[in-house]
T-cell receptor
Framework: AQTVTQSQPEMSVQEAETVTLSCTYD???????LFWYKQPPSRQMILVIR??????QNATENRFSVNFQKAAKSFSLKISDSQLGDAAMYFC????????????FGTGTRLQVTL | EAGVTQSPTHLIKTRGQQATLRCSPI?????VYWYQQALGLGLQFLLW???????NRGNFPPRFSGRQFPNYSSELNVNALELEDSALYLC???????????????FGPGTRLTVT
């Protein structure tokens, strides 16, 4: 069974600084997707970034980037130039490639952004 | 493009009652997923519907059930409610089939179910 682990229940970063959120996963599959979702207090889950396991290049979306280490089964999220609006719960998620299928989520990391 | 919608926003029930939650997917999406987010926990997969059929089910008892209608909207029914069913229930939708990364799931705002 696939599992996703986020070992940091809470993180804090100062505005304009950089923070890295950790995620590890366990799977026997060779082809899959990894995601980071953001859930602000409004509860709406928002997709932040997506990584295909067959791509060696790390995904980047503006201030958000990932460090994908397939052999180590590690998928961390780096937020650069943190903004107050980045404060939210961040969930790492996994899905097997192919047909649409369920997402397996970690337990989340609550990110606080301070002035 | 309208997003995933869910109703009601909040639902309060007493133990033993039944709850019905509704979800409308994004236009063009045929897959609907239901997740439970209990306080302090991550999202747990409940059910996946595609083209009107249940495709996969998470580790939940049979009193959690649902269906998908011809217009791809979906209902989640929870029978014989228990206190621990209190949670945020999130619905997501996606296109179905193929390898494309367009299979990403888009989430609705959720229904907060409180069982007293």
């Amino acid at each position: 069974a696939q599992t996703v682990t986020q070992s940091q229940p809470e993180m804090s970063v100062q505005e304009a600084e950089t923070v890295t959120l950790s995620c590890t996963y366990d799977t026997s599959e060779s082809d899959y997707y990894l995601f980071w979702y953001k859930q602000p207090p409004s509860r709406q889950m928002i997709l932040v970034i997506r990584q295909e396991a067959y791509k060696q290049q790390n995904a980047t979306e503006n201030r958000f980037s990932v460090n994908f280490q397939k052999a180590a089964k590690s998928f961390s999220l780096k937020i650069s130039d943190s903004q107050l609006g980045d404060a939210a719960m961040y969930f790492c998620a996994y899905r097997v490639t192919g047909t649409a299928s369920k997402l397996t989520f970690g337990t989340g990391t609550r990110l606080q952004v301070t002035l | 493009e309208a997003g995933v919608t869910q109703s009601p926003t909040h639902l309060i029930k007493t133990r033993g009652q039944q709850a019905t939650l509704r979800c409308s997917p994004i236009s063009g999406h045929t897959s609907v997923y239901w997740y439970q987010q209990a306080l302090g926990l991550g999202l747990q997969f409940l059910l996946w519907y595609d083209e009107g059929e249940e495709r996969n089910r998470g580790n939940f008892p049979p009193r959690f059930s649902g269906r998908q209608f011809p217009n791809y909207s979906s209902e989640l029914n929870v029978n014989a409610l228990e206190l621990e069913d209190s949670a945020l229930y999130l619905c997501a939708s996606s296109r179905a089939g193929g390898r494309s990364g367009r299979l990403e799931q888009y989430f609705g705002p959720g229904t907060r179910l409180t069982v007293t």
